[in-house]
Nanobody, 122 residues
C-alpha cells in the first residue's frame, strides 16, 4: 500500500505561482497513475489533473488548462503540480491520489494523501 504526502501549499496573491509536491512511499511508484484533486470550502472535491505512470498521458480540468502543469519524477517517487496565474477560485485543499489507471474521477484512486492548503488572495 502506498502512502502519499503533499507539500508546497501556502498563501499567495492572485497571479502568483505555487508548486505542489506529492511524495510516495511504501509501494512501487511506477505501478500508479497519479492525480490531483481539490476541495474548496462548502464544495465537493473536484478533479484538477492526472498523469499516467510513465508521464506520457496527462489530463487537466478545463478550469486549469494553460495555467497548471503536472509531472512526475519516478526516480524520486514524487509527483508535482506547477500552478501559475493563480486565481482566488483556485483556493482549496489539494489532495494527491494514486490509482492503477489514469482517470478524472476520484473513485478511480484508492490511495490519498492528507492534503495541503492553497489560499489565493485577491
Amino acid at each position: 500500500q502506498v502512502t502519499l504526502v503533499e507539500s508546497g501549499g501556502g498563501l499567495v496573491q492572485a497571479g502568483g505561482s505555487l508548486r505542489l509536491s506529492c511524495a510516495a512511499s511504501g509501494g512501487t511508484f511506477t505501478n500508479y497513475a497519479m492525480g490531483w484533486f481539490r476541495q474548496a470550502p462548502a464544495k465537493e472535491r473536484e478533479f484538477v489533473s492526472a498523469i499516467s505512470w510513465n508521464g506520457l498521458r496527462t489530463y487537466f480540468a478545463d478550469s486549469v488548462k494553460g495555467r497548471f502543469t503536472i509531472d512526475r519524477d519516478n526516480a524520486k517517487n514524487t509527483m508535482y503540480l506547477q500552478m501559475n496565474s493563480l486565481k482566488p477560485e483556485d483556493t482549496g485543499v489539494y489532495y494527491c491520489a494514486a490509482g492503477f489507471n489514469i482517470d478524472i474521477v476520484d473513485s478511480a484512486y484508492p490511495y490519498w494523501g492528507q492534503g495541503t492548503q492553497v489560499t489565493i488572495s485577491s
